[in-house]
């Protein structure tokens, strides 16, 4: 006996909206990231920090703009937006927090 398995794929139209969207979305990354480049390119080596505290804020916004757009988590409801947004806050203090106490710390054993 012999058995015939056969399946049938019905292609679906493409969803405008969604194709649109995409783009939208990699067109706001690259816009982000065309701005760090350039800032990366005209902002003078002395000023460092300057420089730094523009590229990190960036790439947060970055990363909240990646975090809600495809993780979906610009459709969640607001409490669970803020579950993750505060404790997240709190992380990043507490590093730059530990991070400028240890240079302190530092500075005066070191350095005195």
């Known amino acids: 006996m012999h058995a015939e398995e056969t399946s049938h794929v019905q292609v679906q139209p493409a969803d405008k909206k969604k194709i649109q969207k995409i783009w939208k979305t990699a067109g706001i990354l690259a816009l982000i990231t065309i701005l760090e480049f350039i800032i990366a390119f005209t902002i003078p ?6 420089r730094i505290a523009i590229f ?57």
Do not use: C, Q
């Open 56 to 112: 990190v804020a960036m790439t947060i916004v970055k990363a909240f703009y990646i975090v809600s757009e495809f993780m979906h988590l610009k459709y969640e409801t607001k409490s669970l937006i803020w579950s993750i947004i505060i404790p997240l806050i709190f992380v990043v203090w507490m590093l730059i927090a530990f991070l400028y106490e240890g240079t302190a710390i530092f500075d005066v054993r070191y350095l005195n």
């Open 45 to 50: 080596l002395e000023m460092a920090t300057l």
